[in-house]
């Protein structure tokens, strides 16, 4: 209990304290609107830039790490769906919201501070191929369902080209390839300017976990309970097994990959995935449970995978 404690306490204390600060109203909707900027575009691209711009991408790229958790997410993915077609009179565009609900986690909010922290710079790589091929694989194919479900005449390019946007205009995805381009020029940064990014990079972890405290306050549980106990399952639940699976006895990564590899697998639902339900009005209601169910029982799930892991 006290190796429990003393890994996972820090984290989801800081969580819970966003919580309360929120819920008491110490930090307003405004306030909150102000630091959850902070962190998605200065303090976790910073982070982003500088340990790419210093990783060696190429020699430390292994296909195995991204087949193994890709892989189980996609069967997590199809898992919901396919159970939940046997179970709930919903549509198509509904079972994908709910199928992304339990494959896609909070692994750049969440899971990037909490690896970086566990492991060091040694994570950050592994951790950031992950948020990579999340945006890649399951964005383009929950978009993709919705359209088909909803009668949409979107091409396959279209949905493609609008999901490349998109990216493009996410701060983690540009920090990301920023950073990996730099450091193919093999330059080094300014001193006053690795001095600024370090700063803005030590503030990722506590002002993440605290502003993702702070999205929980006011997420009503109102229906659709049972919809949301599948996504809860496959999310916290058969990801992370089936990934722990694929990494240590299918694909053999070594420990310190597949200890990366399910814990990050192990994050709640990220809140992606409520933002991509909001723009196709579709399952918004229950994405939005899925995010408060899941982050509240992962103090407990994902505690017992990092304590787990954090011994390899």
């Known amino acids: 209990m006290g190796t429990l404690l003393n890994v996972s306490l820090p984290f989801f204390g800081l969580i819970f304290i966003g919580y309360a600060a929120g819920w008491t109203r110490i930090i307003t909707a405004q306030a909150y609107l102000g630091l959850n900027a902070f962190v998605i575009w200065f303090a976790l691209p910073a982070m982003l830039f500088i340990k790419m711009a210093q990783a060696p991408v190429f020699e430390a790229f292994d296909w195995k790490f991204v087949a193994a958790y890709s892989g189980g997410g996609l069967i997590a993915y199809a898992f919901t769906v396919g159970l939940s077609r046997l179970l709930f009179a919903i549509n198509w565009g509904e079972r994908a919201v709910q199928g992304m609900s339990s494959s896609f986690g909070n692994v750049g909010f969440m899971g990037l501070p909490i690896l970086v922290t566990l492991f060091g710079d040694a994570a950050v790589l592994p951790a950031v191929l992950i948020i990579v091929f999340d945006h890649v694989l399951l964005i383009p194919l929950t978009t993709a ?82 919809q949301v106990s599948l996504a809860a399952i496959g999310k916290l639940a058969i990801h992370p097994l089936v990934v722990w699976m694929l990494a240590a006895y299918v694909l053999k990564l070594d420990a310190f990959l597949t200890a990366v590899a399910v814990i990050q697998a192990s994050m709640p639902t990220a809140a992606n995935v409520y933002i991509l339900a909001t723009q196709q009005n579709t399952y918004v209601q229950r994405a939005s449970s899925t995010i408060l169910v899941t982050t509240v029982i992962a103090t407990i799930t994902v505690s017992a995978f990092m304590v787990l892991f954090t011994a390899y």
């Open 145 to 226: 369902l919705i359209e088909g479900s909803n009668g949409g005449n979107a091409s396959l390019p279209a949905i493609f080209k609008r999901v490349a946007i998109g990216m493009s205009r996410n701060p983690l995805i540009i920090s990301t390839f920023a950073g990996l381009l730099w450091g193919l020029t093999g330059l080094n940064l300014l001193t006053p300017v690795e001095t600024l990014l370090n700063l803005l990079a030590n503030a990722s972890a506590p002002c993440a976990l605290f502003a993702l405290g702070l999205t929980l306050v006011g997420r009503p549980i109102s229906e659709g309970l049972e």
